[in-house]
Every structure is written in C-alpha cells, then in structure tokens.
C-alpha cells in the first residue's frame, strides 16, 4: 500500500530564506509524485509534479522538487520565500499505473516572517 | 477555461439530517473524484467516476454516503443521516484521464452540530 509522510506540520521561515518542506513516500511499484498548495477557502492547486524522466521538476511560483528513488523522498523547496507563500501545502502520491488514485500527506502549513 | 464549481460553500446542519452537494467539473473532465478533507489532515477520496461509472468507492461510508454522476457531468455527494464526525471540507475534482492532473474545486465547509 501507498503512503506519505510530511515531516513537520508547521514550519517557519524568514522572508528571503530558503522553504524546505520535506516529503516521503512508501510505494510498490514507480510512483508519480506531486506538490499541491492550498491558499484559505480555496481549493488545491497543483505546484508541480514528476511522473518520468527528470528527477529535478520545476514548478511554478519559483517551487522545485527532486525526485530521489534511493531516498524515498519528493522534497518542495523554494530558494527565497516571500509573504504570498503562507499557505498550507500538501504532498502526493499516486501509482503510475491502475486507477492512479491519489494518496495524500498531512500536510504542512508554512508560515513567511517578515 | 471554467474551473470545477461546487456548491454551496458553507453548510450547518444538525445531526441526523441529510444534506447534498453538488459538482459541475471542468468541460469534457471524464474523471471525477469526491474527496473528504478532515481538519488537520490530508484529502481522502471517497468516490472516483470515470465518466458514468464507478472507479472505486473502496472509502465511501455507504451506509450513509452516496454519490452519483447522471450523464458523465455534474454529480451529486448525499450524506444521509449526516453524523458529528462528518464535519469536514468536501472536495470535487476532475481530470481529462485517470493518468492527468487533477484540477480541484474551492470545495465544501460542512459542520455538523
């Protein structure tokens, strides 16, 4: 069975400094691997994701992730962050085969100090 | 394009009501999804469509959820009767393909008192 684990349900950071937001994920099978963020009342919406190929994704809002097998892990990180990023930020997986269904992490809720 | 579209967006009802939402996906989506988001936690799915049919519904209460999708478009999510701990954020959304990206709706804030 699939899972994810995201390593802190708060985190902090400075305006300017470096967001990491740390995600790992158990699969079976070649997973495809995603980054959502969730403004207040608002929906999901889609940061970046990795089905194949390029293990480093770019996403938009300045986000990547790599994608690294021996670890398990799809890091988020975003080298300055800036206030707008405050918002709470969810990790995927999903398998890359079957119904493709999405298993979400508990999330991470960011917090930009100015 | 449109995005998903759900409503109502808020919704306070007492236990042992029932309640409905509804959904209208993003045009020609063929997948549609109902998740539930528990506060603190992550989406759950509950249901997925492809097109009319059901994909799985492996994590639908269905002794008190049900879910239908007339005509491959809009659907429909019932909770009847609606009990404490289904207070939660109820989420559509909709893909091209089972395989694609899943486009999300601003989702519905269901309390129960």
């Known amino acids: 069975a699939q899972s994810v684990t995201q390593l802190g349900s708060h985190v902090s950071v400075s305006e300017g400094a470096l967001v990491l937001l740390r995600c790992n994920y158990s699969s079976s099978v070649p997973p495809y691997l995603f980054w959502y963020v969730q403004y207040p009342n608002q929906g999901l919406q889609l940061l970046l994701k990795?089905?194949?190929?390029?293990?480093l994704v770019k996403g938009i809002n300045g986000f990547e992730a790599e994608f690294k097998k021996s670890e398990t892990s799809f890091h988020l990180t975003k080298p300055s962050a800036h206030m707008s990023d405050a918002a709470e930020y969810f990790c995927a997986v999903s398998e890359s085969s079957g119904t493709y269904k999405y298993i979400f992490g508990t999330g991470t809720r960011l917090k930009v100090l100015a | 394009e449109a995005g998903v579209a759900q409503s109502p967006r808020y919704k306070i009802i007492e236990k042992r009501q029932s309640v409905a939402f509804w959904c209208n996906p993003i045009s020609g989506h063929a997948t549609l999804y109902w998740y539930q988001q528990i506060l603190g936690q992550g989406p759950k799915l509950l249901i997925q469509f492809q097109n009319n049919g059901v994909v799985d519904d492996s994590q639908l209460p269905k002794d008190r959820f049900s879910a239908e999708r007339l005509k491959g478009v809009d659907s429909t999510l019932k909770i009847q009767p609606a009990k404490l701990e289904d207070s939660a954020v109820y989420l559509c959304?909709?893909?091209?393909?089972?395989?694609?990206?899943?486009?999300f709706g601003p989702g519905t804030r269901l309390t129960v008192l």
């Open positions: 959304a909709s893909s091209s393909g089972v395989y694609n990206e899943q486009f």
């Open positions: 990795y089905t194949t190929g390029a293990t």
